[in-house]
T-cell receptor, first 113, second 116 residues
């Protein structure tokens, strides 16, 4: 069982829809991450939150909007996505120091119609 | 900029045998961390092993061990007594450190198949 929980596991949405991905961890970690992963490719970092503040934004389009309501929760709000945004979205967390390993969730498989 | 290269897109090994996955990286930093993650078809990324660059001793976790050659910037993963459950995509990753955390830079991955 994973200690990082992501919901939903699968999401199909139209290009005009608004939806949100949710990530939750109860390990006391203070850094949380969003990654995008295409099939047979490595994960690509999108955002990093450290102590509930956005610390890294890898030039992600504004149709992706992250939110960190508290130290255990991380959301990714989606609006007006494009078909090329279809991918596996992975959430991860770590203790906060850069040298600590990241623990990943199972991901949300997103399909844009 | 840091880069991570995995030169073997696919590999296969017979059950109970040993296999080595290669990884090289490029960096000008002296203090960094390296990781191997596996991603089975269930899609969860699972940490396999971690190596601190300042440690000369190679990391070991049960059947998994690394050969870390800092001067050559090489970080290979050896899997002993391969099991069917080891079938997965394996990613080598370099941790770039920031003031408030770290950024993982992944290689392209090696798809490992363990055959009965």
């Amino acid at each position: 069982d994973t200690e990082v929980t992501q919901t939903p596991k699968h999401l199909v949405m139209g290009m005009t829809n608004k939806k949100s991905l949710k990530c939750e961890q109860h390990m006391g970690h203070r850094a949380m991450y969003w990654y995008k992963q295409k099939a047979k490719k490595p994960p690509e970092l999108m955002f990093v939150y450290s102590y509930e503040k956005l610390s890294i934004n890898e030039s992600v389009p504004s149709r992706f909007s992250p939110e960190c309501p508290n130290s255990s929760l991380l959301n990714l709000h989606l609006h007006a996505l494009q078909p090329e945004d279809s991918a596996l979205y992975l959430c991860a967390s770590s203790q906060g120091q850069g040298n600590q390993p990241q623990h990943f969730g199972d991901g949300t498989r997103l399909s844009i119609l | 900029a840091q880069t991570v290269t995995q030169s073997q897109p696919e590999m296969s090994v017979q059950e109970a045998e040993t296999v080595t996955l290669s990884c090289t990286y490029d960096t000008s930093e002296n203090n960094y961390y390296l990781f191997w993650y596996k991603q089975p078809p269930s899609r969860q990324m699972i940490l396999v092993i971690r190596q601190e660059a300042y440690k000369q001793q190679n990391a070991t976790e049960n059947r998994f061990s690394v050969n870390f050659q800092k001067a050559a910037k090489s970080f290979s993963l050896k899997i002993s007594d391969s099991q069917l459950g080891d079938t997965a995509m394996y990613f080598c990753a370099f941790m770039k450190l920031y003031n408030q955390g770290g950024k993982l830079i992944f290689g392209q991955g090696t798809e490992l198949s363990v055959k009965p």
